[in-house]
């Protein structure tokens, strides 16, 4: 099955620079790769997700770039703010409602 | 247009019991996944309902059991509670009718505790 592994565990930066997290894939046919924030309490929430067909996507302060071909996937956040500290996971998903299967998670702490 | 939304957002169990959480699909969703957080990890997929069937399995015990309503919601139980069952439980809906449209999103959560 799939197996996503997911770098670093903690981050932290000063407010305004910023911040990468990288996740790893091992499943070929995965094809759908979304990032969720968690919040300390809260559910986690999609922030971007990029599917096999798209190498980068961006949102604002947020992109999401794919090599398919290392299956490796990456997280991207300019200008961090202290409210973009949290808790970012990674995960992957195949085709259809293939369940996704997350990283571990990266604990980001941005310092103003 | 409602969320995700689940019930009971806290609960306490003694070590033997049984549980029953309860979610209910975010609005025009027909699939929902349930998935274990333990603290400090990713959430672990349990198993997805779609059509009122088990479609998917994870690496859960048959202790864990579920069930999908007509109406798309959905119920996860645990039988013979162990205090390693002791997580958050989250439950994501999706839409399985729409080809290659995925996005799972998720309900609050609820609290389950394990005395």
């Known amino acids: 099955g799939e197996n996503v592994e997911q770098h670093p565990s903690t981050l932290s930066v000063q407010e305004g620079d910023s911040a990468v997290i990288k996740c790893t894939y091992s499943?070929?046919?995965?094809?759908?790769f979304p990032w969720y924030k968690q919040e300390l309490g809260k559910r986690p929430q999609l922030i971007i997700d990029?599917?096999?067909?798209?190498g980068e996507k961006k949102d604002q302060r947020i992109a999401v770039t794919l090599n398919k071909t290392a299956k490796h996937f990456s997280l991207h956040i300019t200008e961090t703010q202290p409210e973009d500290s949290a808790v970012y996971f990674c995960?992957?998903?195949?085709?259809?409602?293939?369940?996704?299967?997350f990283g571990k998670g990266t604990r980001l702490s941005v310092i103003a | 247009d409602a969320g995700v939304t689940q019930s009971p957002t806290h609960l306490i169990k003694t070590r033997g019991q049984q549980v029953t959480l309860r979610c209910s699909p975010k609005?025009?969703?027909?699939?929902v996944s349930w998935y274990q957080q333990a603290l400090g990890q990713g959430p672990q997929f349990i198993f997805q309902?779609?059509?009122?069937?088990?479609?998917q399995r994870g690496n859960f015990p048959d202790r864990f059991s579920g069930h999908q309503f007509p109406n798309y919601s959905s119920e996860l139980n645990v039988n013979a509670l162990l205090l390693g069952d002791s997580a958050l439980y989250l439950c994501?809906?999706?839409?399985?009718?729409?080809?290659?449209?995925?996005?799972?999103?998720f309900g609050q959560g609820t609290r389950l505790t394990v005395v």
């Open positions: 994501a809906s999706s839409l399985m009718r729409v080809k290659g449209k995925t996005e799972a999103f």
């Open positions: 309902y779609y059509e009122e069937e088990e479609r």
């Open positions: 990029i599917r096999s067909n798209v």
């Open positions: 609005s025009g969703h027909d699939t």
């Open positions: 995960a992957a998903g195949g085709s259809g409602n293939t369940p996704l299967v």
């Open positions: 499943d070929s046919a995965s094809n759908y």
